[in-house]
Nanobody
Framework: QVQLVESGGGLVQAGGSLRLSCAASGRTFYSYVMGWFRQAPGKEREFAAAINWSSSNTYYADSVLGRFTISRDNAKNTVYLQMNSLKPEDTAVYYC?????????????????WGQGTQVAVSA
């Protein structure tokens, strides 16, 4: 069992930055693919970024490519999402997720564990 707890959300002006963190329990964190997803009101949950266990492979949605950076520290059981040049359309609840088997994936159904989410609001 893995428990995920996100933090770092908040209200920021357009063009600003936020850094989200996701702390994971469990001794095998290093073996999980980790992903960040987001869900805006009235919309489906969508993929933002993912990273494999060794950080050798990262993948981003086109909408965040060049602005967001995913990283992980396996010694701290933590994955991060650095978000720069934020736009109002980035406003959403951001969730981290862990995938036990398989590679980097953009599909929410392929992730096994989810955090409770952290709210990000970007004002114009």
């Amino acid at each position: 069992q893995v428990q995920l707890v996100e933090s770092g959300g908040g209200l920021v002006q357009a063009g600003g930055s936020l850094r989200l963190s996701c702390a994971a329990s469990g001794r095998t964190f290093y073996s999980y693919v980790m992903g960040w997803f987001r869900q805006a009101p009235g919309k489906e949950r969508e993929f933002a970024a993912a990273i494999n266990w060794s950080s050798s492979n990262t993948y981003y949605a086109d909408s965040v490519l060049g602005r967001f950076t995913i990283s992980r520290d396996n010694a701290k059981n933590t994955v991060y999402l650095q978000m720069n040049s934020l736009k109002p359309e980035d406003t959403a609840v951001y969730y981290c997720a862990a995938r036990f088997r398989g590679g980097v994936s953009t599909t929410p159904l392929e992730y096994d564990y989810w955090g409770q989410g952290t709210q990000v609001a970007v004002s114009a």
